[in-house]
């Protein structure tokens, strides 16, 4: 079974295939420091925006790293 993901960007039409997400992840966060590219990743079934609604719903639960213009934000309660 593929447990990997696709990385492609956009920007510049880049595409690559990684065979872990950290890979792919790190690769994404690479990308977007050298060239301010923003990649997506496609893995197995889920879409790129999965991962990303993790993120944008503030896992960590610290204000500093949750994107409150995010429609999945919760908000403090
Ligand atoms: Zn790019």
């Known amino acids: 079974m593929a447990t990997g993901a696709t990385v492609t960007c956009p920007d510049?039409?880049?595409e690559r295939a990684f065979d872990s997400l950290g890979?792919?992840?790190?690769?994404?966060?690479?990308h977007r420091t050298?060239?301010?590219?923003?990649?997506?990743w496609?893995?197995?079934r889920l879409a790129a925006?999965?991962?990303?609604?993790?993120?944008?719903a503030g896992v960590c639960?610290?204000?500093?790293c949750?994107?409150?213009?995010?429609p999945l934000?919760?908000?403090?309660?």
């Open 12 to 14: 510049c039409g880049l």
């Open 23 to 30: 890979d792919a992840r790190a690769f994404i966060e690479d």
């Open 34 to 40: 050298e060239t301010g590219h923003e990649a997506t």
């Open 42 to 44: 496609q893995l197995g």
């Open 49 to 56: 925006g999965v991962e990303r609604a993790g993120d944008e």
């Open 61 to 64: 639960g610290s204000p500093d």
């Open 66 to 70: 949750t994107d409150t213009d995010s």
């Open 73 to 77: 934000y919760q908000g403090e309660n």
